[in-house]
């Protein structure tokens, strides 16, 4: 009789050794292309060199990205993913200061936990337009995330009420002045420190007046 577990309903081995496959060329393809552009800089080196490194083909390359800036952006970008799933496991009663510091801190330690690689990476961002451009741009998607979970959290709408819109921007912001520090400091400064530093100067604006627009707390009297 077999040792070998059964698979679970519905799960097809096949399908899970090329999901497996497929991540670990995305895997080689991020590594090889990091490598080339930390060591050589942005704009000099080519698709061609990457595929190269990694031992693909062009055409693989365009399977998993479109350009060189989405090799680096999307880095930075998958750590942003889970923001909007840890804020809403925070306690509905906590303040918003602290909801908001756990949520954005999953990036911010993913960083650390890579912290020599992640740290050339993001000096990579910061110092290049083009790339600095993109992951602004990627920041759009985490900010309207944050926005909606905010708006539920608080009873609020986030079309109209001004609040979950500019404390998740208040929250993003703290995140980018963070790498920048960290990035200036070589990584010399901690990063969680960091973070927990920024959200005590922004604390009192974002817990300020339980958070509630007089739409709501009229709602309520």
């Known amino acids: 009789m077999s040792s070998r577990p059964d698979p679970s309903p519905g799960t097809s081995p096949e399908m899970s050794m090329a999901q497996r496959k ?27 060199e990457i595929v190269a490194a990694a031992g693909v083909s062009r055409r693989t390359f365009f399977r998993y990205f479109a350009s060189k800036e989405d090799v680096v952006v999307q ?14 496991e925070r306690p509905a009663e906590e303040r918003p200061s602290q909801a908001l510091l756990h949520a954005v801190s999953v990036p911010i330690a993913a960083c650390g936990d890579q912290s020599e690689r992640a740290l050339r990476v993001v000096q990579l961002i910061l110092r290049t337009p083009a790339l600095l451009a993109r992951f602004l741009e990627r ?22 009420d001004l609040y979950p819109r500019l404390a998740a921007g208040m929250a993003l912001t703290v995140i980018n002045t963070v790498l920048q520090r960290w990035s200036d400091s070589e990584g010399a400064e901690d990063l ?4 927990d530093r920024a959200f005590a100067v922004i604390a009192p604006a974002l817990d300020a007046d339980k958070r509630k627009s007089p739409r709501a707390r009229s709602g309520r009297d």
């Open 192 to 195: 969680m420190e960091l973070i």
């Open 22 to 48: 497929r991540q670990l060329v995305c895997d080689e393809l991020t590594s090889a292309a990091l490598q080339l552009l930390v060591l050589k800089g942005f704009d000099v080196v080519t698709i061609d």
């Open 139 to 160: 920041q759009e998607h985490w900010r309207d995330e944050l926005t909606v979970e905010l708006a539920r959290r608080l009873d609020l709408d986030p079309d109209t």
């Open 75 to 88: 880095f930075l970008a998958d750590m942003g993913a889970g923001m909007r799933e840890e804020l809403a």
